[in-house]
């Protein structure tokens, strides 16, 4: 058990009744008398009344102590940058920034990165406190993530370093994940260890981070027990409920790397994870439905994770659900066709779909089929404000009613768009290839002599 009381020749364990405060007002009256005896803060401040003559259990003791700790830390090191004054400062900055202030954690960070330390002879606290863990695991990520300050990964590892060292759970998954997946840092040995005592401490994170760092070992070594490590890993946190850890398994068993895991059992996991709230199982799922040719449940799927937000990228050939559902119904993959609803779902793919079946119609001749679904789409492009397809529909449109001999038709469909500026040069080469072809065939040409 951490020990909780203060240390000094004169902080014994108090004898005699407080009133009635709770713990944070407590501690901030004996830390105050301290720091008034210690560095000259004014004595009515060090006793819990501030300029008000307010008591600690006010709303106000935390607001004093936040501004006293860190202008006490500010004024020894205005006067003294020797190492022992510094380590004083420091652990003033803590305590101000484990009351909430802000400037203060970020001045008890850039004394901690120059090699300061607090010595913890002002504080109920040690360097293994949880709070004190805690708190600089909080600055580690700051720094990891850039959160208001300069984005350093070597900054974090070393705030990580000591509460990871002091058993913090997240911290030693953070190490672990730093090590595995930072280029500059990388270094397999140091995340193993970090990662193996974090899921020793039921860290189902760890257990699959560490899991996918044993494959990438065994497809290095073929080494079949890493592949068992791995595995087991996987069936621990699954398990244990994680999730993402069940995502994980099932996107690796998907592959077909655990050979006694069947595409049934991959379809368990993904429900599995989707049951556990991970929205991304949903899409696996449907993925694997639409590979089989299984619509239905696949766009069952699809809807859960639209209706869920699910976060979509298009790096690595994934797309929205969204987009997928619109191709779906404007194609008539595996459904009845429906124009309509692929709208709703994503105006520019159905466009995009119906357009590429239009062309695909015409060049099999079946031109009238097609000339009514680039019309349709000519309406959905203005309606939706995508205007930049419309050349290529008009080009398509024009080029099908070519096919079919109603060259007046034609006529009318690029002349619509060359008024509309919908032709670029290019564009305007194939205006005039239509111009020869009308010629050609005799028809009456004044209108189009006139643009």
């Known amino acids: 058990m951490i020990s909780r009381h203060f240390v000094g020749h004169f902080l014994t364990p108090v004898q005699h009744p407080l009133p009635r405060l709770n713990q944070t007002a ?70 101000a920034a484990l009351d909430g202030n802000e400037q203060a954690m970020l001045q008890f960070g850039d004394l901690y990165l120059q090699g300061v330390r607090p010595k913890y002879e002002l504080s109920p606290y040690s360097q293994t406190a949880p709070e004190v863990t805690e708190f600089l695991f909080t600055l580690g990520k700051r720094y990891l993530s850039g959160d208001g300050v300069d984005q350093s990964t070597e900054n974090a590892l070393l705030f990580f370093q000591s509460p990871a060292t002091a058993g913090h759970t997240n911290a030693q ?11 500059k840092f990388t270094d397999q040995k140091e995340a193993t260890v970090w990662y193996t005592r974090a899921a020793n401490t039921g860290s189902t994170g760890a257990m699959a981070q560490l899991a996918l760092l044993y494959l990438d070992q065994y497809e290095e070594d073929h080494d079949k027990e890493k592949l068992d490590q791995a595995k087991e890993l996987f069936e621990k946190a699954t398990k244990l409920g994680s999730g993402q850890a069940v995502l994980d398994f099932a996107m690796q068993a998907e592959t077909g790397i655990f050979p006694d895991v069947s595409i049934d059992r991959v379809k368990q996991l993904y429900q599995k994870s989707s049951d556990l709230g991970v929205t991304r199982a949903n899409y696996r799922l449907a993925m694997l439905y639409l590979d089989e040719g299984n619509y239905g449940d696949a766009i069952e799927q699809l809807i859960i994770a639209d209706e869920q937000e699910f976060e979509y990228r298009f790096e690595g050939g994934i797309e929205s659900p969204k987009r997928i559902l619109a191709r779906i119904y404007a194609t008539g993959m595996g459904v009845e066709t429906d124009l309509d609803k692929a709208v709703t779902y994503d ?3 159905a466009l995009y779909s119906i357009v590429n079946q239009a062309h695909h119609l015409a060049t099999e001749g079946q031109t009238t089929k097609a000339i009514s679904l680039f019309t349709w789409a000519e309406g959905i492009a203005r309606k939706y404000d995508l205007y930049g397809h419309l050349k290529n529909i008009a080009w398509y ?3 099908a009613l070519v096919l079919e001999g109603k060259y007046t038709a034609a006529l009318a469909s690029t002349s619509d768009q060359v008024k509309a500026n919908q032709f670029s040069d290019a564009g305007a080469v194939r205006f005039y290839t239509y111009y ?4 050609h065939n005799s028809l009456d040409l004044d209108e189009f002599s006139r643009l």
């Open 397 to 399: 449109k024009t080029h």
């Open 347 to 349: 105006p520019e793919e």
């Open 26 to 95: 407590t501690r901030l009256l004996l830390l105050g008398c301290l720091i008034s005896l210690s560095w000259g803060i004014p004595a009515e401040s060090a006793t819990g009344k501030n300029e008000n003559n307010q008591s600690p259990t006010t709303a106000t003791t935390s607001q004093i102590s936040r501004t006293e700790y860190q202008n006490a830390a500010t004024k020894l090191l205005a006067d003294d940058q020797s190492e022992e004054t510094k380590a004083k400062a420091a652990e003033l900055y803590l305590l």
């Open 436 to 439: 020869i072809v009308a010629a």
């Open 173 to 183: 998954f953070y190490l672990g994940y730093i090590y595995y997946t930072q280029e």
